[in-house]
């Protein structure tokens, strides 16, 4: 759903991709610093019960995502590696935002209602998201198509990060809990949906041989 604001963003963080280019800096080092930022803002913030800090740091660096792409594709530096590098990272900071929540809610500057709840909640949207991604990328390979489902991997990151954010600004947490709720079911949904469509395929698949 939010790729269509892509080129929106791509157009807005342009200037800042021809500089880099210019300054001779490479799309993977800017994937590189990106993730390293992400991962930083989400394990170091969130686990201190700063939640309004931790999201603008990691959004500041999320935008890399968008210019690394902008910048392969300007220079020519579209690289099957680049293609893999970057793929490989996302994964890495989205581990990271929801591995800041789980530490957040074990910690002890989280004071509300049920963390161990919460805590597994977090754990869960963290290997669902993985399991989603792996699920297209494993029958990708095999020739299959995974597509489909809901919550996308922007979706599920805009969306733990504005309640996040709006949670650390006016101290509702119940914002980041639902939405914690909200994702562990579309991930659930999402595995479930292309497992199924893979399946038939390969059924098909195997049959016809």
Known sequence: MLERFRAF??????????????LGVSPDAVTLVGTIGVSAGALVFFPQGQLLIGVLVVTAFVFSDMIDGYM??????????????DSTLD???????????????????YDGVAPQLFLVLSLYCLVM?????????????????????????????????????????????????LTLVVLALATTYTVVFRVLKVRRQAVARDAAA
């Open 9 to 22: 963003w791509t157009g807005v963080w342009k200037p800042l991709g021809d500089l880099l280019l210019r």
């Open 129 to 177: 998201g993985s399991v989603t991604s792996y699920a297209r990328a494993k029958a990708e390979s095999l020739g299959l198509d995974a597509k489909g489902g809901i919550a996308e991997r922007s979706d599920r990151l805009v969306a733990i990060l504005v309640m996040t954010g709006f949670n650390g600004l006016l101290g509702w947490e119940w914002l980041t809990q």
């Open 72 to 85: 392969a594709r300007t220079s020519g530096q579209v690289t099957t590696f680049g293609s893999f590098w």
């Open 91 to 109: 994964r890495v900071g989205d581990a990271a935002v929801f591995g800041g929540l789980v530490l957040y809610y074990a910690g002890t500057h």
